[in-house]
């Protein structure tokens, strides 16, 4: 069973910044669209951002403008570097690899991030 790997998580402070990362296998990572999600207490999980194997890149409206992903595709690695924390911000992210070949998707088992006010 294939599982994707997210370190970074901790508490923020609002306004302050956390850098996500997510590893996975180079043998789905480089033919994946590897995305973020986030699950808030009690609420359903959201998506965050997602980026693309031709490195486009797209954001929910609530994180545009704050929060950036990228990769690279030499490490296995995706990041989600988060800037301008608010509480709201506050879940578990989970990172997610969508292989467009074989129509799967791989999660890795989540990440706590806690931005105090």
């Known amino acids: 069973q294939v599982q994707l790997v997210e370190s970074g998580g901790g508490l923020a402070q609002t306004g302050g910044s956390l850098r996500l990362s997510c590893a996975a296998p180079?043998?789905?990572?480089?033919?994946?669209?590897v995305a973020w999600y986030r699950q808030a207490p009690g609420k359903q999980r959201d998506f965050v951002a997602r980026?693309?194997?031709?490195?486009?890149?797209i954001y929910a409206d609530s994180v545009r403008g704050r929060f950036t992903i990228s990769r690279d595709n030499a490490k296995n690695t995706v990041w989600l570097q988060m800037s301008s924390l608010k509480p709201e911000d506050t879940a578990v992210y989970y990172c997610?690899?969508?292989?467009?070949?074989?129509?799967?998707?791989?999660w890795g088992q989540g990440t706590q991030v806690i931005v105090s006010s």
């Open positions: 997610n690899a969508h292989l467009w070949a074989s129509n799967d998707d791989y």
């Open positions: 180079g043998s789905i990572f480089s033919r994946s669209a």
């Open positions: 980026i693309l194997t031709t490195n486009a890149t």
